[in-house]
């Protein structure tokens, strides 16, 4: 687990409103209608381990919709999406091919007498202004643990992530171009915000710092709390 993270660095908005870039070639897509309609937010503490929403959607809806009057509870519903997806330019931009990228946000779960694994996927998502639509600055990869939109009452219009934050990106590693990355805590507990789904750039994928032994306490579950590194091929 990594230590609690810099005054600076927790003093930093959690959303900051930035137009598409342009390797956005399509805007995030959602299903027509939410898998799994009116779900109450003690749920997603409990199935989706979202155990900050309250706190972060009050915080949300204070800073960013100051037309809410709303104070969120456990037994609010929301409408929860399993996935987002879109079509980006190739990284490199040698072409122009597309390729799709989604980003899950589904608990584990029994179907058909198989059980099927949790996929809460980590994504790159904008942290500051200096953010481009090339290269990893102003990005910092979030988990994202639960994808949703809230009742008309809220007035709020955007589709919402409740993410739990990673450290800043390292300076990466030559001639590997890994940049190491771990989990973020304040006070504690994980650093977490809720910010609306333009704000992802787009999946990203880590991979453990194993050294010379793997960690035989790891499980599907905890093993995402420990150091990464993550490929810039940005």
């Known amino acids: 687990m990594s230590d609690d993270i810099s005054d600076n660095e927790s003093d930093r908005p959690a959303d900051i409103s930035i137009p598409l870039l342009s390797s956005h070639s399509?805007?995030?897509?959602?299903?027509?209608?939410?898998?799994?309609?009116?779900?109450?937010?003690?749920?997603?503490?409990?199935?989706?381990?979202?155990?900050?929403?309250?706190?972060?959607?009050?915080t949300y809806l204070a800073t960013k919709v100051p037309g809410s009057r709303v104070t969120p509870s456990n037994y609010d519903l929301v409408d929860v999406y399993a996935k987002i997806s879109r079509f980006l330019l190739s990284p490199q931009r040698l072409t122009d091919e597309t390729q799709k990228d989604s980003v899950r946000a589904t608990p584990f779960r029994h179907e058909r007498k198989q059980v099927i694994p949790q996929h809460f996927d980590t994504a790159l998502v904008h942290d500051y202004l200096e953010a481009k639509d090339i290269g990893l600055k102003g990005y910092r990869v979030a988990r994202v643990r639960v994808i949703f939109r809230l009742p008309d009452w809220f007035h709020c219009d955007h589709t919402l992530a409740y993410i739990e934050w990673f450290r800043q990106i390292g300076e990466p590693n030559e001639p590997l171009r890994m940049s190491p990355v771990s989990y973020a805590t304040r006070e504690g507990r994980h650093h977490v915000a809720i910010v609306p789904i333009h704000s992802i750039l787009r999946s990203c994928h880590l991979t453990p710092k194993f050294g010379r032994q793997r960690n035989a306490t790891w499980t599907a579950e905890n093993m995402c709390y420990g150091d990464f590194v993550l490929e810039d091929n940005t």
Do not use: N, R
Not at 27 to 32: N, P, V
């Open 26 to 58: 399509t805007k995030w897509q959602l299903a027509k209608e939410p898998p799994c309609p009116h779900v109450s937010l003690q749920f997603l503490k409990d199935k989706h381990g979202a155990v900050d929403i309250v706190p972060a959607l009050t």
